[in-house]
């Protein structure tokens, strides 16, 4: 499965080890959910996580951002977004209908519709329930 990952997903993954956004990260890293970016959602990710307030987490942020980043295949949008407040909500968007990703994951599901163009937007939660259990 192809997604997209709010920062805020990256950002809780360090503040919570062990949870549904470090679990769903996990998978990213180890191939089982496929991620899409573009250099603007990779620069959101890195302007984000070198903000003064995540100082403690800079290293656990580094290197989820290496892990992922390396895995991660690029797209770039083909049309623009529209549908959040947010310039950086709509380019996940933007990004997932340009990738062909079935969701993007985020912790503010409030700022998005629920779907987009055939885009879902589900939190980690959502996704690990849809997913199953992980067989190894």
Known sequence: MRVVLDTNILISACLKPGG????????????????????AISSEYHEVAARKKFEKH?????????????????????????????PDDNAMLACALAAGAQCVVTGNGRHFPSEWRGVDVVNARTLLERLGPVIP
Do not use: H, K, M, Y
């Open 58 to 86: 800079r290293l656990c942020l580094a290197e989820c951002l290496e892990a992922i980043l390396t895995v991660a295949e690029r797209f770039e949008p083909i049309e623009p977004c529209e549908a959040c407040g947010d």
């Open 20 to 39: 549904n956004e470090a679990r769903v990260v996990e998978r990213v890293r180890g191939g089982t959910l496929r991620l899409a970016v573009s250099n």
